[in-house]
Nanobody, 121 residues
């Protein structure tokens, strides 16, 4: 029903910048939260940043001050601007959507396929 497609990953040198984009399509409700998670080899998937439909944001401590999450509600897109990248930021980054249908009182989570971000030193 909902599809998330990430783009913008790639290889960048430490200190550089990268901008990830996530396009959501399907039945997306007005009340929702979108975000970015990442998973590095031998590590658990971790939250990077989230943003609500009201544009309230939350960031992992490790990326505060360096990453900025934003969204375009009209286009159902979410972005992650990553600055001052570090090698430890290397991971597969996943876009996520928490879709809340208040009329049916259900919340459904969706995930994208992920995009690789590699930061070289």
């Amino acid at each position: 029903q909902v599809q998330l497609v990430e783009s913008g990953g790639g290889l960048v040198q430490a200190g550089g910048s990268l901008r990830l984009s996530c396009a959501a399509s399907g039945s997306i409700f007005s009340i929702n939260t979108m975000g970015w998670y990442r998973q590095a080899p031998e590590k658990q998937r971790e939250l990077v940043a989230t943003i609500t439909s009201g544009r309230s944001t939350n960031y992992a401590d490790s990326v505060k001050g360096r990453f900025t999450i934003s969204r375009d509600n009209a286009k159902n897109m979410v972005y992650l601007q990553m600055n001052s990248l570090k090698p430890e930021d290397t991971a597969v980054y996943f876009c996520a959507l928490k879709n809340t249908d208040w009329s049916r009182r259900i919340t459904t989570d969706y995930w994208g396929q992920g995009t690789q971000v590699t930061v070289s030193s």
